[in-house]
């Protein structure tokens, strides 16, 4: 608990150690409960350390494959760092060789600086066929303000990639609905799905505060095909063009929106509140559970 509050000034070496001392130290206390406990003979008792031993070992089993599925993409270079709005930006690193991914997937960046070791998980923003990776960060914090102070030319490391957000059934249509930065995992579906000529049909709702905070707008108002349509959603602002709405994504928006409910699949991403409240109005609505994807960063 203490480590986990201090997490942000350990070395990544030190953070890993302690999860596997946990796990010494859970051993010990369950031989140390099964030989002497005082009721270590009763079937209760010994039915829980038995399911404590299996969740444990299964956890291992679990965190081991993962380690050995993770992939270390080798050394990329700092392109470009480009300003999106005033605390957002994206990252633009070249890669020794050409990386392999789907869109919507995300890596751990690591970065060989000022004691930054650990790893952090951002959403690959550019698309697979593209040379350069992008990812469009919001920065929040001391390892975002140090990415976001990289020079041309510098080195990061890159892990992954990993998650399950991608495009699914491709037969019907995809709705996206992004907060913020949050858009980004769509900026890398959008432009994959460009490059199919018979694009699956995409609507997206993009909520923001005002349209200064709008990510690549130039880029998403110069795509005409007819397979993909657009809406802003402006809460601090009131805007009367055609692609704009006020206040938030609501019930209200994706019933005039959304041509049919049933034969979509709605894509969240963006602030927890926000998801959490659309996840509820989509329910409301009647859609099914399996058919509302939320980001997580779930590998």
């Known amino acids: 608990m203490i480590a986990s509050k201090i997490y942000k000034r350990i070395s990544y070496a030190v953070w890993q150690y302690i999860h596997i001392l946990i796990y010494v130290l859970f051993f010990f206390s369950l031989y140390h409960a099964v030989n002497w406990g005082s009721g270590s003979n009763l079937i209760f008792y010994k039915m829980v350390y038995g399911i404590l031993l299996f969740i444990v070992i299964l956890g291992m089993v679990y965190r081991t494959q993962y380690k050995i599925k993770k992939r270390h993409l080798g050394k990329f270079y700092v392109r470009e760092i480009k300003k999106e709005t005033k605390d957002i930006f994206t990252l633009i690193v070249k890669p020794e060789k050409r990386i392999s991914f789907n869109a919507g997937q995300f890596c751990f960046l690591r970065l060989n600086k000022n004691n930054l070791y650990a790893n952090h998980p951002f959403t690959i923003s550019s698309a697979p066929h593209e040379e350069d990776l992008c990812f469009t960060i919001k920065n929040t914090g001391r390892f975002t303000r140090a990415a976001f102070e990289l020079k041309i030319g510098e080195e990061i490391m890159v892990d992954g990639p990993f998650g399950v957000f991608n495009l699914r059934d491709r037969h019907r249509d995809a709705i996206f609905i992004a907060g913020g930065v949050g858009i980004a995992p769509f900026l890398s579906m959008i432009r994959d799905n460009l490059l199919n000529k018979e694009g699956q049909n995409i609507l997206l709702f993009y909520g923001v505060k005002i349209k200064e905070e ?44 959304v041509e049919n409910i049933n034969n979509s699949l709605f894509y969240v991403c963006g602030p927890t509140a926000m998801e959490k409240y659309v996840k509820k109005t989509l329910l409301d609505l009647g859609v099914k559970k399996r058919d509302i994807i939320i980001e997580d960063f779930f590998w």
């Open 214 to 257: 709008i990510i690549s707008k130039e880029e998403l108002d110069s795509i005409k095909e007819q397979h993909f349509r657009k809406i802003y959603v402006l809460s601090n602002e009131v805007a009367s063009r055609e692609e704009y709405e006020n206040g938030y994504i609501n019930k209200n928006l994706i019933e005039k929106y």
